[in-house]
């Protein structure tokens, strides 16, 4: 056992080199820019010409070298490389599409019974039985709910199968096994079950199986994409710790919604004439940020009235807003007048709309790539991370001038560096150039991490925003649940946080193990195996308490090797605690 560890080690600092030379982190909490929508190029974009110059394009050769399968109704499984449209049309993309069989469509399927079949109705019962039964802390209801999920599993029911395999996994309310819960995500992802495929592809990673672990990854990644346009929710972009070292956090606590305290003094500003806090008011509405329910029809409203207190950067929103359709019908034409708009106000980045809107010849009098090209890298040359990924699309495809992989894979980079949120095109991209070799070595290793960056962008994100909603209003015990179902998707914050409410919590009915609450060694030895899966995706709070752990023999063997072998890697990442405890 102490051989898995040490080769688990050097992992963790490859991927801590390989971050700190690749990408920019960031503060997902403290997210206020709205420049996390993307006007990309297409495959169609390649097909034909439209430059007024009568430049040759050239296709991207590498655009369908292998597919990936699995992919929702509506996408092209022959081609990973597509750039999805966010603007194009989407209708035919539905949530359950996306994610499907995920806990909260369960809740309302069971709900309404009538017209579904039988298995998803069993489903349904269970799914209600089990967030309810871990919710209130009560095993004989969690008992029922596993009796239901049975039912369904073995009838071939893929997503009772993955919600089985979940508690396999757990503990909850079964005998832990981690191989029972490996067969029954594999007939649930073979079922079409998303989630079960994120909990394979994490476990795949985890053991370096980087084949198998890169070809499920980069499947979830571009349907993660694919959701970005079509979701009724944002993507994930604000994954909250609940802890802050052994203190509980309290930036938690500002994600109450509409009800939160600074929310409301931002809309009293607002309504007081402050532009300034019309175009806040405006971006959390459109992102759905601080716990706040997306609303287009809001986000138009406040950035309509920002822009005539005079406030220039919703004038690019709003250009959004109508190539979008969102809260609005779409329009073209209005988007191109807001965009140039915008650019006469020295807002740059909307450069980046002109060149798409001429790129895709919508709103303009005809297409034109050599006026797109031009139009991206204004925005580029201002630092904008949309433009710079679009003009790496051009030099990836050859699109309007000589396609270079190389100059394509330099912008990519750029615009994950300068993006706050680390832009996830540019990151699939990235990703796919390391996994096929094109432009650089190939390396399934370094395509792994980043397809798995983008992938937890995906719906099944939406698990942390509904584990903090539940936290924020005190159901722990379906806090735990939910944290603990992302947690095995491969989220490190998920893990830290299921790890911090079992040590925190550990005096109420909040835990459920194999046969009734959890007895001391199981919550230890759950909330052990936690942190170690958050301490080698590089928490160093959990590097430490892992170190305790062993140190102590709390839920583990005592072992002053490991222990040693843990408070070196918090030690790496400048944990003071642990260099002390070294010492």
Wanted: aromatic share 10%.
């Amino acid at each position: 056992m102490r051989g898995r560890q040490m080769e688990d080690r050097p992992r963790g600092y490859r991927k801590a080199i390989f971050f700190g030379v690749v990408i920019t982190l960031f503060a997902c909490s403290r997210v206020t820019s709205a420049r996390n929508v993307i006007l990309v190029l297409d495959d169609e974009d390649a097909k034909d010409g439209g430059d007024s110059n009568g430049e040759e394009l050239a296709s991207y050769e590498g655009a369908s070298d292998g597919g990936v399968g699995g992919l929702p109704s509506g996408l092209d499984s022959q081609d990973s490389g597509q750039e999805w449209d966010e603007f194009g049309d989407a209708d035919d993309l539905k949530d359950e599409d996306l994610d499907p069989g995920s806990w909260r469509q369960a809740l309302d399927l069971e709900q309404a019974e009538g017209g579904s079949h039988r298995d998803d109705v069993q489903y349904g019962k269970g799914v209600r039985k089990m967030v309810q039964g871990l919710g209130d802390g009560d095993p004989a209801l969690l008992a029922a709910a596993i009796a239901d999920l049975r039912v369904a599993a073995d009838r071939g029911h893929a997503h009772a199968q993955s919600t089985i395999g979940f508690l396999h996994g757990s503990g909850y309310g079964m005998d832990k096994s981690d191989a029972k819960a490996h067969l029954y995500h594999h007939f649930a992802a073979e079922g079409g079950n998303f989630q079960s495929k994120m909990a394979l592809a994490y476990s795949y990673h985890r053991q370096q199986l980087h084949s198998k672990a890169c070809k499920l990854y980069a499947e979830l990644a571009a349907t993660a994409m694919a959701s970005f346009r079509s979701s009724k929710e944002a993507p994930l972009l604000e994954p909250v710790r609940l802890n802050d070292g052994s203190e509980e956090s309290k930036e938690y606590k500002k994600f109450r919604g509409e009800d939160d305290d600074d929310f409301q003094f931002l809309q009293y500003k607002a309504h007081k004439g402050f532009a300034v806090a019309m175009y806040r008011l405006g971006i959390i509405y459109y992102l759905g940020l601080r716990g706040v329910p997306r609303d287009h029809s809001k986000a138009l409203t406040w950035f309509q009235r920002a822009v005539d207190k005079g406030e220039y950067e919703s004038m690019e929103l709003l250009g959004e807003i109508y190539a979008r359709g969102f809260g609005v019908e779409r329009n073209y034409t209005k988007a191109l007048e807001w965009f140039v708009e915008a650019t006469r106000r020295k807002q740059h980045s909307a450069n980046n709309g002109i060149g798409w809107l001429y790129a895709k010849g919508l709103g303009v009098e005809r297409k034109n790539l050599t006026k797109a090209r031009e139009y991206f890298k204004k925005a580029a040359d201002n630092s904008d991370p949309d433009g710079l990924y679009n003009l790496g699309v051009l030099y990836l495809r050859g699109l309007g001038l000589k396609q270079d992989v190389r100059e394509a894979r330099r912008h990519f980079m750029l615009a994950v560096n300068i993006s706050k949120l680390r832009h996830p095109k540019a990151l699939y991209q990235l990703a796919r150039m390391h996994q096929k070799g094109n432009g650089v070595k190939k390396d399934e290793a370094t395509a792994v991490e980043l397809y798995k960056l983008v992938a937890e962008r995906g719906p099944w994100g939406s698990l942390l925003k509904w584990a903090l909603e539940c936290y924020v209003n005190r159901e722990i015990g379906k806090a735990l649940l939910l944290y603990s179902r992302a947690a095995e998707l491969g989220y490190e914050v998920a893990q830290s946080n299921a790890a911090w409410i079992l040590d925190k919590y550990y005096g109420e009915d909040v835990c459920i193990g194999s046969s009734g609450f959890c007895t001391e060694a199981e919550r230890h030895q759950r909330a052990h195996a936690l942190w170690r899966y958050a301490s080698e995706q590089g928490n160093q709070h959990a590097a430490l308490l892992i170190g305790d752990a062993y140190y102590y023999g709390r839920g583990t063997e005592k072992d002053l090797d490991r222990a040693a072998e843990a408070y070196n890697l918090a030690r790496v990442q400048q944990n003071a605690q642990a260099m002390f405890n070294l010492g």
